[in-house]
């Protein structure tokens, strides 16, 4: 049988893989999506989008999508810790939520995820993928020119050759790739057995009306003293998350609902039960030659802070333009390197923070022990710094640290451009964290700086968009200065030598 030839291959149609094949196909590069499944997520998993993922979404062009895809009621969030659902709120995340319009553009989206997941592939499909469903990855082999897999048909039984220049393996939590290419994994392990109860029940007149509603419960009548009770995307279909027991019977969950909602009279309906681990791993290598790891495939941590679904989404973007560039020779094949050393830093400590969270809210203290306090949220979403040998031109004698507080940002390589308006040389306004696209973009007060950028970006075929402004001290660069900044938003290199932008530019991309 022929075999079949195509450029990347994305294993996983989840959040991750769809994600992948969206900025993939966004930066010029059209890839094969299978999924064994039949079609995407419809369980209820993930829930909302914070608003770095918004940004990424907004580049492909699904920002409003994604918020049309919120679930019924108003577009307002109730998450608390309280004794249950009509009982005592011992604490209000939402009013004690830092004020991020000050560090984004972007207000979260409240889609789950599985209609995120239906957002996802639309455009995946509208720029180019294919995606095949009922399509099992069940063996992969690779060479220093590609990687060989055999894919089967799930509905013919018939496995069929396929040859990628490079595989993205997205195949979640319970994938095999990364087992297959002798990754393995540190971190907690599995940390608490739980088990999901969805049921029907009107529970309008104590939870409101509020999109989404998340109680995290803490009473002394709740197994293990502790659930979670959080609304779906279904009008009165609801979720009651418990500590698992193998021994507990449909009547012992009646009780437990009882319990977390505070109405023993409560009439409802269970209509699905499913039991798994909250886990703590990461993947000890995001790359082994031409495979990459995206999503839980490369980072497992227990849902308490909302952040599975968000980073997996968030690694297609910061992958997507590397391996597009790459593939289209833009860049030498060294750039993949900087995506496990850009994304695994962040990984560990986005999975340390969701346990952190998980020990406060469920009061472990043991594993509250293990991974300290939680880092102060603005910090994880908008304050991370990419190590110094990810692809940037690191700045001779500074501090290598892997965060900072926004509201104190350095604007240094390696962080995000910060959200500021600058002015333009003609009198506009220019804010960069506005202007993010699959481009470089250089935002210059040096005299000549633009055409140096665009000259430079235009000898290497990449494109670039070139902003002269009157001070670039803004960006907490110097008052006179070029800031060369990636199509992913993060700074490559600041600087006030015109012919520095070349040779910046080259270094970022391993020319
Ligand atoms: C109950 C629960 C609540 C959660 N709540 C939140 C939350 O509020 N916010 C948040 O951000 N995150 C949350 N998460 C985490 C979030 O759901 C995951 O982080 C997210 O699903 C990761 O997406 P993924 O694409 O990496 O993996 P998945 O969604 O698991 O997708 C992997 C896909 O790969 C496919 N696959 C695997 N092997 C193969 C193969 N060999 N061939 C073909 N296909 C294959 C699978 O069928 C699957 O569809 C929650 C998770 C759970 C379980």
Not at 56 to 80: C, D, F, Q, W
Not at 87 to 93: A, E, T
Not at 207 to 216: C, L, S
Request: net charge negative; charged share 20%.
């Amino acid at each position: 049988m022929s075999t079949e030839h195509i450029d990347v291959v994305i294993v996983g149609a989840g959040l991750a893989g769809l994600s992948c094949a969206v900025f993939l196909g966004m930066n010029g590069v059209k890839a094969l999506v299978v999924e064994r499944r039949e079609g995407t997520s419809i369980l209820p998993k993930a829930r909302g989008a914070n608003p770095v993922t918004m940004e990424a979404l907004r580049t492909a062009g699904l920002a409003e999508a994604i918020h049309r895809a919120m679930p019924p009621g108003k577009p307002a969030i109730t998450s608390v810790v309280s004794e249950s659902l009509t009982g005592k709120v011992l604490y209000d995340h939402v009013a004690h939520r830092p004020d991020f319009s000050k560090f984004s553009p972007e207000r979260p989206g409240m889609a789950s995820q599985a209609r995120a997941e239906e957002v996802l592939l639309r455009r995946a499909l509208e720029l180019g993928a294919q995606v095949r469903f009922k399509t099992r990855c069940e063996s992969l082999a690779q060479d220093d020119e590609g990687v060989d897999l055999g894919l089967c048909d799930l509905d013919t039984e018939r496995t069929r050759q396929v040859r990628a220049r490079y595989v993205i393996a997205s195949d979640g939590i319970r994938g095999s790739i990364a087992g297959w290419l002798g990754i393995g994994t540190h971190g907690l392990g599995a940390i608490k057995s739980v088990t999901a109860v969805r049921f029907k029940a009107d529970l309008a007149l104590w939870a409101g009306d509020n999109a989404m509603v998340i109680h995290y419960l803490q009473n002394p009548a709740l197994p293990d003293g502790a659930g979670v009770l959080v609304s779906t995307d279904y009008k009165d279909e609801w979720v009651a998350n418990m500590s698992a027991d193998p021994e507990r019977d449909e009547a012992g969950m009646r009780e437990i609902i009882k319990i977390m909602t505070g109405l023993p009279e409560l009439d409802f309906e269970i209509i699905g039960t499913v039991s798994y681990d909250y886990g703590h791993r990461i993947a000890d290598r995001f790359r082994a030659g031409r495979v990459l790891l995206t999503g839980d495939a490369a980072h497992v941590m227990p849902p308490t802070g909302g952040q599975g679904g968000n980073t997996a989404v968030q690694d297609g973007y910061y992958l997507g333009w590397k391996l597009a560039a790459v593939i289209q020779g833009k860049a030498g094949p060294a750039l993949l390197d900087s995506y496990e050393v850009e994304r695994q830093p962040y990984a560990e400590e986005v999975c340390n923070w969701q346990v952190a969270n998980l020990a406060e809210r469920r009061r472990i203290g043991t594993l509250a022990e293990q991974v300290g306090a939680p880092l102060d949220h603005a910090t994880l979403l908008f304050g991370y710094i990419c190590p110094p040998n990810g692809a940037l031109v690191p700045e001779p004698g500074s501090e290598d640290l892997r965060f900072e507080h926004p509201a104190q940002a350095s604007g240094r390589p390696g962080a995000r451009v910060p959200y500021v308006e600058l002015e333009g040389v003609d009198g506009q306004k220019v804010a960069p964290r506005h202007l993010l696209g699959p481009w470089f973009m250089a935002f210059t007060a040096v005299p000549g700086g633009a055409e140096a950028a665009l000259a430079a970006a235009g000898e290497l075929g990449v494109e670039m968009k070139a902003y002269p402004v009157t001070s670039t001290a803004p960006l907490h660069a110097g008052e006179q200065q070029t800031v060369l900044v990636r199509p992913d938003g993060v700074v490559a290199w600041r600087g006030d030598d015109n012919a520095g932008i070349g040779r910046a530019l080259r270094a970022v991309l391993c020319r």
